[in-house]
């Protein structure tokens, strides 16, 4: 193309202008007319403010100025309140308490087109819709447990909040991962009764232990001294009894025959007997 007059050999001003607007134009209708959305989003395509449909991760193509795709992101995200801005609430027994809560969520990656209706982003969508759910989750709960349960029994209460989010939220379409109450607080007095019990029961529990062990070693020395006492009675039986007398007797009598050498004593004390010899019997 020739962009110079040949008459006057100035350039074509108009021309050239005409020709950069039409290749603009051009390149943003050649680069405006596709895209990609990466994994862990999904885009909502809008044709004339229309919804036209869910594009998937990849690349998608679109009608320049006509469609727009808007990016909405499937990730795991969290709802935090934590000990700046924790949760306040009421146990079943009116006590004041602070709770502190981390829940982990995602949309439901075939739900985006109707959550993309309604509130427009993801972002909107937390702020309007999940945490409020979880705000009132976290009371509902809390106010079925005594102040002491809620630090005696912690495990149960993550427990019940987490089964009851997942049934509220799953109705918003949105999958609970984890839920998590990470401290309670309690005013400072109620801080140190708590304690004070604690520690109280802590102690009765060592005391009753050590009772239990001292009851144990005194009936083992009871039994130990009827077992003694046992055997000194059929021992002094035994000595009472004849026949026992006998046995006796035979037993020593046998234990000095295996230790004689069979040579008879060389001198006899007058009046005395040859040794185990009874002529009598």
Known sequence: ??????????????????????????????????????????????????????????????????????????????????????????????????????????????????????????????????????????????????AE???TKRAQFGLDTLKLLNERLVEKSVIVEEGNITNLQFSPSFSQAIEAKVTAVQNAEAAKNKLEQVKFEAEQKVTTARAEAE???????????????QLKSLDVQAEAINKWNGVLPQQMIPGGSVPFINLTK
């Open 1 to 146: 193309m020739n962009y110079i007059n040949e008459n006057t050999g100035d350039p074509k001003v108009g021309k050239i202008i005409k020709h950069a607007v039409i290749a603009t134009i051009a390149i943003m209708v050649v680069f405006g007319s596709f895209g990609t959305v990466k994994a862990g989003e999904r885009g909502v395509k809008t044709r004339l403010g229309e919804v036209a449909g869910v594009v998937e991760p990849g690349l998608y193509f679109k009608l320049f100025f006509i469609e727009r795709v808007h990016k909405m992101s499937v990730k795991t995200r969290t709802v935090i309140y934590e000990k700046e801005n924790p949760l306040t609430s009421a146990s079943k027994d009116l006590q004041d308490v602070s709770i502190s809560t981390v829940v982990n969520y995602r949309i439901n990656p075939t739900k985006v087109e109707q959550i993309f209706v309604q509130y427009g982003t993801v972002d909107s969508f937390e702020e309007r819709a999940i945490r409020p759910v979880v705000r009132d989750t976290v009371k509902a709960v809390s106010s079925q447990f005594t």
């Open 149 to 151: 349960e809620l630090v």
């Open 231 to 245: 055997s000194i009675r059929l021992q002094s039986d035994a000595a009472n009894n004849e026949k026992y007398i």
